[in-house]
């Protein structure tokens, strides 16, 4: 069992039906800091994946370039294009493959990172999606079976939104807020505790 275009298509299923739940508790907690799009944006990104997911090619790199150009398209906020960035910065390294092991899985989320960090023009510590992708890696590194990378993850999120919740959005609408977000989880790293849990429906 390895990370390839049919995992891809089960996370994209599994990801909308808890987003299709969690979504407006999403916009709810961007609307206090932020745009307030953020739960109908992964929304409309995932029903779109969801509903190329079957045309997908087995090349994983290449389908993962379809879904980022997907998310791009439907999707035109910031976070969105993040998603996109991320998506497409993986497909690179998985261009030619059919599957890559589950043990690669952090390393991928560490490429995510760099490519949403130089794209937002961000920082980890700046309290944003980068700090809970790169909790979620370092945690699911010390495992090797992918439901238990999920939990490790799933942890590591939760771990990373305690460590935040009482520090101040440093980058992005957020930090217009200034010491009004201290107490408040953001909204983007919330996002990925959302799709972690998803997973466990897959």
């Known amino acids: ?10 996370a994209i299923t599994a990801i909308l039906a808890e987003l299709e739940v969690e979504h407006a508790n999403l916009t709810e907690l961007d609307g206090k800091i932020g745009d307030g799009d953020l739960g109908i944006t992964l929304l409309k990104a995932f029903r779109e994946l969801d509903r190329l997911k079957d045309g997908l090619p087995d090349d994983l790199g290449a389908a993962l370039l ?10 035109s906020s910031s976070f ?6 991320g ?12 599957s890559a092991p589950w043990t690669e899985v952090p390393s991928l989320l560490n490429a995510v ?7 937002g023009k961000s920082s980890l510590g700046d309290k944003t999606v980068l700090d809970a992708l790169d909790a979620a890696a370092r945690a699911a590194g010390s495992e090797t079976e992918p439901e238990a990378m999920r939990r490790a993850a ?12 009482d520090k101040p959005n440093k980058i992005g609408r957020a930090r217009i807020f200034a010491d009004k977000t201290i107490g408040l989880d953001d909204p983007g790293m919330v996002a990925i505790k959302v799709m972690i849990a998803g997973l466990a429906r897959a």
Do not use: E, P, Y
């Open 80 to 85: 969105g294009t993040l998603f996109a960035t």
């Open 113 to 119: 990172v760099q490519a949403m960090a130089a794209r």
């Open 66 to 75: 379809q879904a980022g150009a997907a998310v791009a398209k439907v999707s």
């Open 1 to 10: 069992m390895a990370l390839d275009v049919a995992a891809l298509r089960h």
């Open 154 to 165: 799933a942890c590591g999120v939760d771990a990373a939104l305690d460590a935040f919740r």
């Open 87 to 98: 998506l497409i910065a993986v497909s690179k390294l998985v261009k030619g493959k059919t």
